[in-house]
T-cell receptor
Framework: NAGVTQTPKFQVLKTGQSMTLQCAQD?????MYWYRQDPGMGLRLIYY???????DKGEVPNGYNVSRLNKREFSLRLESAAPSQTSVYFC?????????????FGSGTQLSVL | GESVGLHLPTLSVQEGDNSIINCAYS??????FIWYKQESGKGPQFIID?????DKRQGQRVTVLLNKTVKHLSLQIAATQPGDSAVYFC???????????FGTGTLLAVQP
């Protein structure tokens, strides 16, 4: 099992450019998430999808959009990249049981916006 | 507001010693806690979890202790090895969205 797969691993953008981060999981999980990780800060939730066909905002959604393409895939789009979006992005998935949710993470995408 | 914090941003231990990483949480409604390990350049990896109806849970070389009275969580690693060098995060499931809230992490450095 590959688990959670993210592409690309590295990306450099110029301010104003757009791009989509791809994420796929093969664990048949219902829930998927996008987080960003910045130095000195914990993981912050951007968007999540509790099930196929639904998406919801997390803590820091501004400047991002998401698409839950199917049960396996959840993409994150930056329409007009800004330097403040320079970060490491992690996708995660989980199979929630009651309120107990164990997340499994991908290996991350390091994004630099110049 | 809600917060999950770590007392020590960096912990340096000798190989073979036991390590203890601490975490304070603020949301008394949280009833599920997880420890993650993150090696350089990789995503967080699940280590161990504990529900609030337990005080202690053991895994392979790791033990998590939960003290609900003082809202404190700790991760104990026995016989620490160089491969244990990483950043360790605690997370709680409290909050309005009932989503995991992560602490900022503690860097564990294992000295040979």
């Amino acid at each position: 099992n590959a688990g959670v797969t993210q592409t690309p691993k590295f990306q450099v953008l110029k301010t104003g450019q757009s791009m989509t981060l791809q994420c796929a999981q093969d664990m048949n999980h219902n829930s998927m998430y996008w987080y960003r990780q910045d130095p000195g800060m914990g993981l912050r939730l951007i968007y999540y999808s509790a099930s196929e066909g639904t998406t919801d905002k997390g803590e820091v959604p501004n400047g991002y959009n998401v698409s839950r393409l199917n049960k396996r895939e959840f993409s994150l789009r930056l329409e007009s990249a800004a330097p403040s979006q320079t970060s490491v992005y992690f996708c995660a998935s989980s199979d929630r049981v009651d309120s107990y949710e164990k997340l499994f993470f991908g290996s991350g995408t390091q994004l630099s916006v110049l | 507001g809600e917060s999950v914090g770590l007392h020590l941003p960096t912990l340096s231990v000798q190989e073979g010693d036991n390590s203890i990483i601490n975490c304070a949480y603020s949301n008394s409604a949280s009833d599920y806690f997880i420890w993650y390990k993150q090696e350089s350049g990789k995503g967080p990896q699940f280590i161990i979890d504990i529900r609030s109806n337990m005080d202690k849970r053991q895994g392979q070389r790791v033990t998590v202790l939960l003290n609900k009275t003082v809202k404190h969580l700790s991760l104990q690693i026995a016989a620490t090895q160089p491969g244990d060098s990483a950043v360790y995060f605690c997370a709680e499931n409290g909050g309005a969205t009932n989503k995991l809230i992560f602490g900022t992490g503690t860097l564990l450095a294992v000295q040979p």
